[in-house]
């Protein structure tokens, strides 16, 4: 049976690469029944976009997403710094599905200020090649990464992520992870917002934080990479969600599902104007 939810927050899904658990992130889908969805930028990874990289499981999100619009939920989707190239249609609606850069959510009393959160991030401003370097070299980390729990699983070990170890052990990432969390929720009060949701730095997050003139909620949704992960809201109530907390009962509940393939070169077209 499909739990319901109010709202469900993805971001940093980057299809069209290696790293992405497109397959995992489809059997989530299938397993919510969510009255809206926030995509929150980094869906489709235009950045490292190759036809010749494009795999069928990656197809059947972009899929779903559309079928699920047709009957009629609310899809928002924000743009990222890897999909960027959507910026460029912001702010439209195709039917059911709203693109823009950025978004507030209203409910009851509180308001949740939404963007992807590359804005505060100067190698993407002031340096965009460093930055495509920079999701190169983790992509090839994140393979090299799924060659090592090869070995692992077969010899019954626990899986390992590098990229994880390389964020909590070095200082000067974990610093930018905190200075990133601290100047989102600043602005956010400063605007009286009273919960702020980012992505991009895929790090699940859902804290309070105080300033001198208040304090907002900062949630981050995490992404489909490493921390297969999203933000759900419920009985007026955010929370994290982690798929590896639920992978056995979730994949045995996965059912492959047949597409009307007519909207593949629409997809193709569109992603081949990078």
Known sequence: MKRNIDVVVISDVHLGTYGCKAKELLAYLQSIN????????????IWSFKKSYFPESHLQIIRYILTLSEQGIPIIYITGNHDELLRKFSTMNFGHIVLTDKYLLKQEN???????????????????????????????????????NVCLEFFGKERYSLSKKIKNSVKKAVKHINDFEQTAAELAIENNYDNVIC????????????????????????????NLSSLEFTNNKWSIFYFDEHKEELMTSFEEIEFNDSIDELIFSILNQK
Request: charged share 25%; glycine share 10%.
């Open 199 to 226: 992505g991009h730095i895929h790090q699940p997050q859902l804290r309070k934080i105080k300033t001198d003139k208040g304090n907002c909620v900062y949630m981050n949704s995490g992404d489909w990479i490493e």
């Open 110 to 148: 509180k308001v949740s200020w939404i963007f992807h959160g590359d804005v505060f991030d100067a190698s993407i401003q002031h340096s965009k090649w460093i930055a495509k370097l920079g999701g190169w070299g983790y992509d090839k980390l994140i393979q090299f990464n799924y060659c090592i």
């Open 34 to 45: 969510p009255k809206k969805i926030i995509l929150n930028g980094d869906i489709i990874d």
